[in-house]
């Protein structure tokens, strides 16, 4: 899942982007309104955190311009300002949720995951496609009994192909979703992580249905 991070303070958005990418997400950084808003407008996240106070374009403002173009990304609010004013006029600005500063990074990232969790109609915390478990709280993976290892990336797209079950998705979706804006991802990329991810979930289990299918000339699909 990749986030963009829009936050001008930028020890709290190294922090934040920091203790995200422990998490498995991929995640971007604008420490400005106006590039914040760019990045937003013109790339695809699956959430946004958005603090209120930012110089160029401030956070009211890029919510309602945001939801004006139609882009209905969930937006978490990050911000010092604590009144209930101050949380209405965010929330019907177009934000999706609000957090006041300080904040602790555990209720971040549960509200995070609740706001991931609504645009698909995904229920609950673990993700299901057959017998496949993803337990996104625990970062726990497993068929059937077996419990199955992954690295960082092999877990975030493995995420996403759930989230996505039963739709395809292409390779340039899944670049969007799974890496960084910054990150160096090269052509083959996509293809060499699809096949690690059938050498855990699909070969050692030859008695099983295969989940990860290829759909020549659009993409992959993932479905029991």
């Not at 829009?6 to 190294?14: F, G, K, L, N, S």
């Not at 956070?59 to 978490?76: S, V, W, Y």
Request: with cysteine; net charge negative; hydrophobic share 35%.
């Amino acid at each position: 899942m990749r986030i963009l991070i829009v936050e001008d303070e930028h020890r709290i958005a190294t922090s934040i982007k920091k203790g995200l990418e422990l998490e498995k997400y991929a995640v971007d950084v604008a420490f400005d309104g106006r590039d914040g808003f760019d990045l937003a407008s013109t790339e695809e996240y699956d959430c946004i955190i958005l603090d209120l106070m930012l110089p160029g374009m401030d956070g009211l403002e890029i919510c309602k311009k945001l939801r004006e173009k139609q882009i209905h990304t969930p937006i978490l609010i990050l911000t010092a300002r604590s009144q209930t004013e101050n949380k209405i006029e965010g929330l019907d600005s177009g934000a999706d949720d609000y957090l006041t500063k300080p904040f602790s990074f555990e209720e971040l990232l549960a509200r995070l995951r609740a706001l991931i969790r609504r645009p698909n109609g995904t229920q609950g915390t673990v993700l299901k496609v057959g017998n496949l478990e993803l337990d996104t709280v625990s970062y726990n993976v497993k068929r059937g009994e077996k419990a199955i290892q992954l690295s960082s990336k092999e877990y975030a797209l493995l995420e996403y192909l759930m989230r996505q079950s039963g739709n395809i998705v292409s390779k340039d979706k899944i670049v969007t979703h799974v890496w960084n804006y910054d990150d160096d991802v090269l052509p083959n990329t996509v293809e060499v992580y699809i096949r690690k991810l059938r050498q855990k979930i699909d070969i050692p289990f030859k008695n099983e249905k295969s989940l990860i299918n290829t759909i020549r000339g659009f993409g992959y699909k993932i479905e029991s």
